[in-house]
């Protein structure tokens, strides 16, 4: 993948991915979620919150990904990479898979790509104000734009406690956890989505499609 970046253009093959989930810093909200999820057949995680282990070749800066059948979605989520040393942060999108995450989590990240914004940042340029930075997406319902989810990291654990639970090594990339969906989750043909810095008055903005491939029996 190739990234746009304040001092050029970074390059990066990661080595290893890793999704996190169940992240809310409000916990009484998330456990409300875990039984709201557990009451239609979604299994609880383990621990909260839970690093999965995902493929890094489902990372991809296509603009369009394949998907079985028509219940997998998107979210935004703030992405982190590690590389030379370094961390960034940037923007990714946790498609999955709805129908299968009743019966397996881990399964239902593995299944799908995850779409990554072609800008980074340096974390520390961020860090001083992580909590203020907004994420939002967007999706096409109808030929319009509807907005999907809305809010801050304040909502999400905060990203050095993330890291200190799944160790950052050179050439991982993590999924951080994500918002609430704006009239709940569901598919869309298009997702929209941006991560945006208003100390800084900067944005990253990524857009892709999802083609669904048939379920054949």
């Known amino acids: 993948m190739k990234f746009q ?12 991915l890793i999704v996190a989930g169940w992240t809310g810093r409000d916990r009484a909200a998330v456990d409300h979620h875990i039984e709201e999820l557990a009451a239609i057949g979604v299994p609880a995680p383990s621990t909260v919150p839970l690093y999965y282990q995902c493929a890094p070749y489902l990372l991809t800066q296509e603009t369009s990904i394949q998907a079985l059948g028509e219940e997998t979605s998107g979210e935004a989520e703030p992405f982190l990479l590690k590389q030379d040393g370094r961390i960034w942060i940037g923007l ?6 709805r129908a299968l995450e009743a019966h397996s ?6 299944i799908c790509a995850k779409p990554v914004a072609d800008v980074l ?35 999400i654990l905060p990203l050095e406690q993330l890291m200190a639970g799944a160790p950052l090594i050179d050439g991982t990339a993590m999924l951080c956890g994500t918002l609430p969906a704006i009239g709940g989750v ?8 941006s991560l945006s810095d208003p100390v800084r008055g900067q944005s990253i903005d990524w857009s892709y499609r999802t083609a669904t491939l048939r379920i054949i029996s």
Do not use: C
């Not at 990714?92 to 898979?97: G, L, N, P």
């Open 186 to 193: 569901r598919p869309a043909p298009a997702f929209r989505m």
């Open 92 to 97: 990714a999108s946790d498609h999955t898979d």
């Open 105 to 110: 989590v881990a399964a239902s990240k593995q």
């Open 121 to 155: 940042w340096l974390l520390e340029d961020a860090e001083p104000h992580l909590d203020d930075l907004v994420l939002k997406s967007w999706i096409e319902e109808a030929g319009s734009w509807v907005p999907y989810q809305d809010g801050n990291l304040a909502s």
């Open 5 to 16: 970046t304040e001092t050029g253009v970074l390059e990066s093959t990661p080595e290893r």
